[in-house]
Nanobody, 111 residues
Framework: QVQLVESGGSSVPAGGSLRLSCAAS????????TSWYRQTPGKEREFVAG???TYADSVTGRFTISRDDAKATVYLQMNTLKPEDTAMYYC?????????WGQGTQVTVSS
């Protein structure tokens, strides 16, 4: 079993930066495959960034995924934010045959 807790969401102006954190507990290795997704009202959750530095086209060059093994934490550094990046951001991982999600952290980018 895995518990994921996101933090770091906030309201920022366009062009600003934020760093989201996803702290994992309860599993020794499953958190290593943690990815980031985001969702806006009325739309499906969409992939943002994943292990081995995979990114959605819309964030490539602006977002960076990284992790701190000692803290079992995965980060999402978001630079040059745009209003269309406004969403609830979730971290997720697959472990023991099921997918786990955090509760989400809200990012709002004003124009």
């Amino acid at each position: 079993q895995v518990q994921l807790v996101e933090s770091g969401g906030s309201s920022v102006p366009a062009g600003g930066s934020l760093r989201l954190s996803c702290a994992a507990s309860g599993s020794t290795t499953c958190w290593l495959e943690t990815s980031w997704y985001r969702q806006t009202p009325g739309k499906e959750r969409e992939f943002v960034a994943g292990p081995r530095s995979t990114y959605a086209d819309s964030v490539t060059g602006r977002f960076t995924i990284s992790r701190d093994d000692a803290k079992a934490t995965v980060y999402l550094q978001m630079n040059t934010l745009k209003p269309e990046d406004t969403a609830m951001y979730y971290c997720t991982t697959y472990c023991g045959g099921r997918r786990y999600w955090g509760q989400g952290t809200q990012v709002t980018v004003s124009s």
